[in-house]
């Protein structure tokens, strides 16, 4: 079983679950590098119910149905929550041992910075990538 632990830069926010992801992507669309500060949002996507978080959380609706978070001290991204669907992404870069990351897919390559090459192999979507419901 695998534990994914994490927080803010600051240790103010903690997060932690050892469900199993529904899935782990890379999206490269213009809103997530914004809310990032980077080129793309690596993240590890889990049900709400099996993340805890303690800790001093700003958020923000970026979409109609999505709420990214923030530590209220740092300002360091840790997630971004679609209530509607139950889902939550985890922030690779928030992790506590980002080797843990084993991306399945890029979406939203569209969007991908021009300097930036994709060469792992692994599926890449233009825009959003093929539903599954969250």
Known sequence: MITFKGGCLCQAVRYETTAEPLNQRVCHCHECQKAIGAAFNARVLMRIDDV???????????????????????????????ASAGVIGLTVGSMDDSSLFKPDMHFWVSSKQPWLELTDGLPQHLEAPPSKGY
């Open 52 to 82: 805890s978080i303690t800790g001093p959380i700003n958020t923000y609706y970026s979409s109609e149905t999505l709420e990214r978070g923030a530590c209220s001290h740092c300002g360091s991204s840790v997630f971004s929550r679609r």
